[in-house]
């Protein structure tokens, strides 16, 4: 080939010297073969195992023609919407067609059609009906099981089942899709697939029964039961919540049986085999320094603004143990922190500091947080009992290491990389894990801040950061003292809160405090985002039921677009257009007699 990239052609394939394909990778995004973009790591590492792979970037879905660019493929169609949801990707809270794309070229919209994972499935099947199809990627995972659609105001089917796939990778997927790829080309059928860690298959037809009831089978409520009965979805989600951990997956009595969580659909089942254990650092270091070339495809011609924005990043971990109710990162990348080595690390920043075009920024250094790197449970078999789903919340699990030393030593090691003028710290810092370590917030304030520092208390209603399972907004105080005392810039305040407003559990009296306390402190938050039920998620559960799953405790769930702008209104009370609104709430509520319950 003329270049080193995945080819996107079928004259890059010829230009490779093959005589076809292996692995066909469908996907909603433009191809970026850089390692933050799903396709090019699942990509890259089936071709590190000595598959062929191609690249098929947002197909035209109209009809099947696409999809049968390169033939027919060896061993299967991968198939992923892409780095976002395709629904959230394309429309707002307020259900609104949102004007561009960030992972197409130019920033261009109605690049991939809505539940881009169930069409292109489908296609995928029509295109050669033999040919096995393999869903990935988050929107597969977050709609594995039954779920609530937003934009759609419904409880949908098991995404598997609609987009008639063979098998379902959820997580981030590497080692499922090399070991399915393995069997398939040793002449396994993939439909006796049914024991590959973090996989789902589907049940169907006649000749299909369902594992039977056991200590290592979990049957959720069925389909049925979670369309029609509130108490049920929220039983579901607080089960699937439970045992998304590898540890907690498997039960007390047999610590190495994968669990099986088993949900039907009338006649129909699918059957989610349990999480795989977390890859080690040696894996992780191999996985990030396969030979990307950090670039989009040279077919493009126009910015793709999601690779503009991380281009000179690096991911220095994966997971979140934090179980914020409104995050899907625990039920997609999981809770057990997953770190690469400080050497690792490095060399990816000489690599990007020695690469043309480079202005000397890092941009940032983290994953999803920006300070659990080398984080983890100290005793492994007690992580294996639990069943909480935050390590944070309500408290700091003693159980847990907190320890910053390893994430300092490496922001130091960062910062006498030659040609690297700047490492700054984008990701969210967990502030109550940071709270532990006053050296580590010295040392983000005093060298790695662009700026201001973006961290997220979301709220400040004790009611609401509950639900949330955030810790209260004493935390952030305290962040802010400590980070504006080191901090070098002593202007303007240095700390920006990013807010989320219409979070369930939140009335005109929670978006009133809100209101106050941001005036009150003088925050003018420009970051506030309107709550997005995203599938699978505690708070969409709450959203879609009105239920706490884990408390049983009815909440009120703000649902009309009227109140939504209002709850936005009073967060961004700054705004020219928005103060007279403000103004006129804030004194009906100071009118309220003390005591006295606030309606919506």
């Known amino acids: 080939m003329k270049h080193n990239y995945l080819p996107m052609t079928p004259d890059e394939v010829r230009d490779a010297g093959w005589d076809g394909v292996d692995v ?16 090019a790591v699942i990509g890259r590492t089936l071709q590190k195992q000595g598959y062929t792979v191609a690249i098929l970037s947002q197909p035209d879905w109209r009809s099947c023609e696409d999809f049968r660019t390169f033939g027919k493929p060896r061993l299967f ?3 992923t919407s892409g780095n976002m949801d395709s629904m959230i990707n394309k429309y707002t809270a307020l259900r609104k067609v949102r004007n561009d794309d960030a992972y197409s070229e130019g920033g261009e919209p109605f690049r991939r059609p809505d539940r881009a994972a169930i069409v292109y499935g489908c296609r995928a099947r029509e295109a050669f009906k033999d040919v096995p199809v393999v869903m990935g990627g988050i929107e597969s995972s977050l709609r ?35 070991e399915i790829a393995r069997r398939l080309s040793g002449g396994e059928d993939i439909r006796a697939m049914r024991d590959i860690p973090g996989t789902m ?35 579901a989600t607080k089960l699937i919540i439970e045992k998304a951990a590898p540890y ?58 999601a690779f503009t924005m991380i281009r000179n990043s690096v991911t220095a971990m994966r997971g979140c143990f934090g179980g914020c109710s409104f995050c899907a990162i625990a039920l997609h990348q999981g ?117 201001r520092m973006k961290v997220a208390p979301e709220h400040v209603s004790e009611r609401v950061l509950n639900l949330m399972k955030k810790p209260g907004i004493e935390v952030f105080e305290r962040f802010v003292r400590l980070f504006e005392k080191f901090s070098p810039d002593k202007g303007d305040r240095s700390v920006v809160p990013y807010i989320i407003t219409s979070h369930p559990g939140t009335t005109i009296t929670e978006a009133a405090e809100l209101s106050r306390y941001l005036q009150k402190n003088g925050y003018r938050p420009r970051e506030v985002q309107d709550f997005i039920p995203s599938p699978m998620t505690v708070s969409t559960s ?32 700054f705004k020219p257009e928005n103060r007279h609104t403000v103004a006129r709430v804030l004194a009906e509520r100071g009118r309220n007699k003390r005591g006295k319950k606030d309606t919506p």
């Open 542 to 573: 709450m959203y879609r039921t009105g239920i706490d799953p884990f408390s049983g405790k009815r909440i009120y769930v703000p649902r009309g677009e009227r109140e939504k702008r209002l709850f936005r209104k009073l967060a961004q009370y």
């Open 335 to 451: 809770r057990d922190i997953q770190s690469r080595s400080p050497s690792s690390i490095v060399r990816e920043m000489e690599r990007i500091a020695s690469s043309k075009g480079f202005d000397g920024t890092i941009t940032d250094v983290g994953g999803p947080t920006a300070n659990m790197y080398m984080m983890g449970g100290r005793d492994r078999l007690r992580c294996a009992r639990c069943t909480r789903p935050s390590c944070l919340y309500p408290a700091v699990c003693p159980n847990l290491n907190t320890d910053h030393g390893p994430l300092i030593r490496l922001l130091r090691r960062a910062r006498r990389v030659r040609g690297v003028k700047h490492v700054f710290v984008s990701s969210g810092i967990r502030m109550d894990l940071a709270l532990r370590s006053p050296e580590y917030i010295e040392e983000v304030a005093r060298h790695h801040t662009g700026g």
């Open 248 to 305: 907690g997956a498997a039960s007390t009595a047999s610590a190495t049986a994968p669990r099986l969580l088993v949900q039907t659909h009338g006649k129909k089942a699918v059957v989610q085999v349990g999480p795989p254990p977390p890859l080690t650092t040696g894996q992780m270091d191999a996985l990030y320094e396969l030979p990307y070339t950090r670039k989009p495809h040279p077919r493009y011609v126009r910015p793709i603004p």
């Open 24 to 39: 066909v990778l469908v996907t909603g995004d433009a191809y970026v073969d850089h390692p933050s973009f799903g396709a």
């Open 77 to 79: 169609f991968g198939i």
């Open 201 to 235: 298959y589907p049940l169907a037809g006649s000749g299909a029964s369902p594992p039977s009831p056991g200590p290592n089978v979990l049957y959720l409520p069925a389909f049925e039961e979670v369309k029609s009965d509130p108490e049920m979805f929220s039983l």
């Open 144 to 178: 594995r099981f039954a779920h609530y659609d937003y934009w759609s105001d419904e409880i949908r089917r098991s995404v598997l089942l609609d987009a008639k796939a063979d098998l379902l990778v959820y997580g981030m997927g590497e080692r499922q899709a090399v």
